[in-house]
């Protein structure tokens, strides 16, 4: 049976209603594991199993989200929006909680039950729930009407900001997602260059569109709707590989500087410029999609000024505009100039309704001049995230669980593997090849009911979270394990 299955709630209740299975607590279980011991199916049903002892306390306190969550499946695929929104929880034949409210580091459910924050909106959230003065320039903009669709005066300022702090950004459009900047960008390569194919990197999040959602979890399979092949980030002999098979079919390569949902995984000293030499050698335009590096490792971006690499176009977006829907797509002027209406040799690049949103504009405006007024304590934040990473693999080498922190400064992942697995992970494709996507579930279903909100394992601090809530975390971690193997117990 395929993977994907095992994390398919129907698949679970399919196969339960055609054993005609009726579930109605912890104490159905052992009925419930006899007929389960004996199913084709009994591996992925075990989710079922374990969930019904692990999230008792989550599911008692959390009624209203339950009944929210009903609701929606009957409008939304799957019951969501956006895929991750799940956060795992059916696999535990849970649910999300409905989150309502946000201040600083944390948030409040539509029950009132409060959780340490790690997602921050998509790491969005660099400042934090409800920023004051984010919160000021939207109802103040407002007052005026909320968009027009046509240029607008916090665009021009907001884009002047992003320049200063991106001198990279020679030229650049606003979109409304990070979706629109990458397919826009990639656009733009292939304008550029008159070549089709793209390259990047396993794993590689760059948004939904065509042009770049392939080659996303292992085993990394082929769809033939997309025009592109993958490397595997951090190791030269496969990036050479590919330029060895398809280089000169390249319109462009991109990556994250640092490998957001493929694991969290930064990249090795040189690797990029590396990648900045070799696509240069060959014409091939470089994409940064810093949508989540972009001001939050520095203020700016990080692939050129803590990795020493330039691309050739870069991207940007979330914790740019504070939880304001924004995408950025920029960089050399004669690329860009293609997008310019009518330009000749260029195609139709265009844009959006919501692009320039004045709202969005007045949010980056106010995120950035409080980010600026912060520079000199980035350091202290990724100083924070880099101390909890460090405490939490110790932990977890302690306890000899088979889970990896990985990230860099405020960026926190945490992956079940298979095992135990003592050595660094430095690549994507080293990281899904060792990932147990179910046990990954039932670790996150453990954390919600710990009070601990993220995907990934975690996700990303913020400069509103404390030290208390870094120790409170590692706390929850701890606890989730041990109720994961006080499960397992059990069930033996
Ligand atoms: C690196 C990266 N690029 C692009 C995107 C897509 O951005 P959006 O969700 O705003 O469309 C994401 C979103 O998670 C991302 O992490």
Redesign the pocket.
């Known amino acids: 049976m395929k993977l994907r299955d095992c994390r398919s709630h129907s698949v679970h209740s399919n196969h339960l209603k055609k054993k005609k299975v009726l579930l109605s607590g912890p104490e159905s279980l052992s009925r419930l594991n006899q007929v389960l011991s004996t199913s084709d199916l009994a591996t992925p049903a075990l989710c079922l199993v374990e969930a019904l002892w692990m999230l008792e306390k989550y599911n008692s306190r959390t009624k209203k989200s339950e009944a929210l969550w009903k609701r929606a499946n009957t409008l939304f695929p799957g019951g969501v929006s956006?895929n991750?929104r799940t956060f795992g929880m059916p696999t535990c034949n849970s649910y999300p909680p409905y989150i309502s409210r946000g201040q600083d580091g944390h948030i409040w459910d539509v029950d009132g039950n409060e959780y340490i924050d790690w997602w921050m909106t998509?790491?969005s959230l660099i400042l934090g729930h409800n920023n004051a003065a984010v919160k000021k320039a939207i109802q103040d903009q407002s007052e005026f009407g909320h968009h027009f669709g046509a240029p607008n005066e916090p665009e021009v300022r907001f884009g002047e900001q992003l320049q200063e702090a991106v001198p990279l950004l020679k030229r650049m459009r606003f979109t409304?997602?990070?979706?629109?900047?990458?397919m826009y960008a990639t656009r733009l390569a292939r304008a550029f260059t008159g070549k089709n194919l793209i390259g990047k990197s396993l794993g590689?999040?760059?948004?939904?569109?065509d042009a770049?959602a392939y080659h996303l979890k292992h085993p990394f399979s082929d769809t033939p709707i997309y025009d592109g092949v993958s490397f595997d980030f951090n190791d030269r002999e496969s990036f050479d590989m590919m330029l060895k098979n398809h280089g000169r079919d390249l319109a462009a390569v991109i990556v994250?500087p640092v490998i957001?949902?493929g694991g969290g995984i930064p990249p090795e000293p040189e690797f990029l410029r590396y990648i900045r030499e070799e696509t240069a050698a060959r014409d091939i335009v470089l994409i940064f999609?810093?949508?989540?590096?972009g001001f939050r490792l520095r203020f700016g971006t990080a692939g050129d000024r803590i990795f020493g690499a330039e691309p050739d176009l870069l991207?940007l977006?979330?914790a740019a505009a504070g939880g304001m829907?924004?995408?950025v797509y920029g960089g050399r002027e004669d690329i860009m100039a293609l997008a310019a209406p009518g330009a000749i040799g260029g195609q139709w690049v265009g844009g959006g309704t919501f692009s320039s949103h004045p709202l969005t504009m007045v949010a980056g405006l106010a995120v950035l001049e409080q980010l600026r007024a912060k520079k000199g304590d980035y350091s202290r934040l990724n100083n924070m995230g880099d101390s909890f990473r460090a405490r939490l693999n110790e932990m977890l080498g302690e306890m000899k669980a088979p889970l990896v922190g990985t990230g860099i400064g405020s960026i926190n992942f945490i992956s079940h593997l298979r095992l135990r697995h003592e050595e660094p992970i430095k690549t994507p494709g080293q990281l899904g090849a060792l990932f147990d996507h179910r046990q990954q579930d039932i670790f996150q279903g453990f954390l919600m009911q710990e009070g601990v909100f993220g995907y990934h394992g975690l996700g990303a601090l913020s400069f509103a979270h404390t030290q208390e809530d870094v120790e409170k975390t590692l706390s929850a971690i701890s606890r989730a394990i041990e109720s994961m193997r006080h499960i397992k117990s059990k069930r033996k």
């Open positions: 956006h991750i998509h790491y409304a997602s990070g979706s629109e900047s990458t590689g999040w760059h948004g939904g569109n770049l994250e957001g949902a999609d810093e949508i989540i590096t991207t977006g979330k829907p924004l995408g």
